[in-house]
């Protein structure tokens, strides 16, 4: 059960951060008003959200999943992979400090995008990818063994994050995409494929029984639906632009 989320505006040079979609620049006033609808689902959903200022010196800063891990026992303050990322940090540690929760950071020479960490239960798999370093996942292991939690790595071939192409639905249920349904790290979970041409709606996100899907995947949605969960769907195509997912646009807790 979630009650909070923590989400960052994004800023007008958002038109400059790092992207591999090829999808065209991301048109900022949409971007705007996506992210008040993106807001309001997350209080649909039952969230109370906090909405940190947007920060013109960080242009993918909106994608405040990436720096920052809380878990019900501790937070962690990544080390994000990408360099024109590190600096997003001071903002959201400053944000969490007081959630009642003891502050952990990640430290160089490890790096660690939180869009890597899927949490399901007491169990984290980290994806090791171009943005988390094996440091990282050790670093963060360390970390989380402190609050008996434990962390499994998991090699990526394409993916930008774990999460990219995963999420956990509770209940034993993961969504998932390509590579990840024929891996035995996820064997044991009640796989729920989605479709290649929908691939992106596999950066869904739970929150207390309900869950987000980027509008325009009828065919994952649906699929979500027929389990059980109630469903919203939310346009996220101009963040999308720039690599980034549902998930990506907040830390929920
Ligand atoms: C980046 O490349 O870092 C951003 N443009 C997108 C980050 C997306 N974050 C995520 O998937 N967790």
Same mark, same amino acid.
């Given at each position: 059960?979630?009650?909070?989320?923590?989400?960052?505006?994004?800023?007008?040079?958002?038109?400059?951060?790092?992207?591999?979609?090829?999808?065209?620049?991301?048109?900022?006033?949409?971007?705007?008003?996506?992210?008040?609808?993106?807001?309001?689902?997350?209080?649909?959903?039952?969230?109370?959200?906090?909405?940190?200022?947007?920060?013109?010196?960080?242009?993918?800063?909106?994608?405040?999943?990436?720096?920052?891990?809380?878990?019900?026992?501790?937070?962690?303050?990544?080390?994000?992979?990408?360099?024109?990322?590190?600096?997003?940090?001071?903002? #959201?540690?400053?944000?969490?400090?007081?959630?009642?929760?003891? #502050?952990?950071?990640?430290?160089?020479?490890?790096?660690?995008?939180?869009?890597?960490?899927?949490?399901?239960?007491?169990?984290?798999?980290?994806?090791?990818?171009?943005?988390?370093?094996?440091?990282?996942?050790?670093?963060?292991?360390?970390?989380?063994? &402190?609050?008996?939690?434990?962390?499994?790595?998991?090699?990526?071939?394409?993916?930008?994050?774990?999460?990219?192409?995963?999420?956990?639905?509770?209940?034993?249920?993961?969504?998932?995409?390509?590579?990840?349904?024929?891996?035995?790290?996820?064997?044991?979970?009640?796989?729920?494929?989605?479709?290649?041409?929908?691939?992106?709606?596999?950066?869904?996100?739970?929150?207390?029984?309900?869950?987000?899907?980027?509008?325009?995947?009828? &065919?994952?949605?649906?699929?979500?639906?027929?389990?059980?969960?109630?469903?919203?769907?939310?346009?996220?195509?101009?963040?999308?632009?720039?690599?980034?997912?549902?998930?990506?646009?907040?830390?929920?807790?």
């Amino acid at each position: 059960m979630f009650t909070k989320a923590i989400v960052k505006r994004p800023c007008k040079n958002m038109v400059k951060g790092i992207t591999t979609a090829g999808l065209g620049r991301p048109d900022y006033n949409l971007a705007l008003d996506q992210h008040d609808n993106y807001i309001e689902a997350l209080e649909a959903c039952g969230l109370s959200v906090t909405i940190l200022e947007a920060d013109e010196e960080f242009p993918d800063s909106t994608f405040i999943e990436d720096t920052c891990l809380v878990t019900p026992a501790c937070a962690v303050i990544t080390r994000p992979g990408a360099e024109t990322r590190r600096g997003e940090i001071s903002a #959201v540690a400053e944000a969490v400090k007081n959630i009642g929760v003891p #502050v952990e950071s990640i430290q160089d020479p490890s790096t660690l995008d939180a869009g890597d960490i899927m949490m399901t239960g007491n169990q984290y798999y980290v994806g090791l990818s171009d943005r988390t370093n094996p440091a990282g996942t050790d670093q963060l292991g360390i970390i989380l063994e &402190k609050y008996g939690l434990g962390v499994v790595p998991v090699p990526l071939s394409s993916m930008l994050h774990l999460k990219t192409g995963l999420s956990f639905l509770e209940h034993n249920n993961l969504l998932a995409v390509g590579e990840f349904l024929t891996r035995q790290e996820f064997r044991n979970f009640n796989l729920m494929a989605v479709d290649e041409d929908e691939a992106y709606a596999a950066n869904s996100v739970w929150i207390n029984e309900r869950v987000m899907v980027p509008a325009g995947f009828p &065919k994952t949605r649906e699929m979500i639906e027929k389990k059980g969960y109630e469903t919203l769907g939310v346009d996220v195509s101009e963040f999308r632009k720039l690599d980034g997912g549902l998930s990506c646009l907040s830390l929920r807790f």
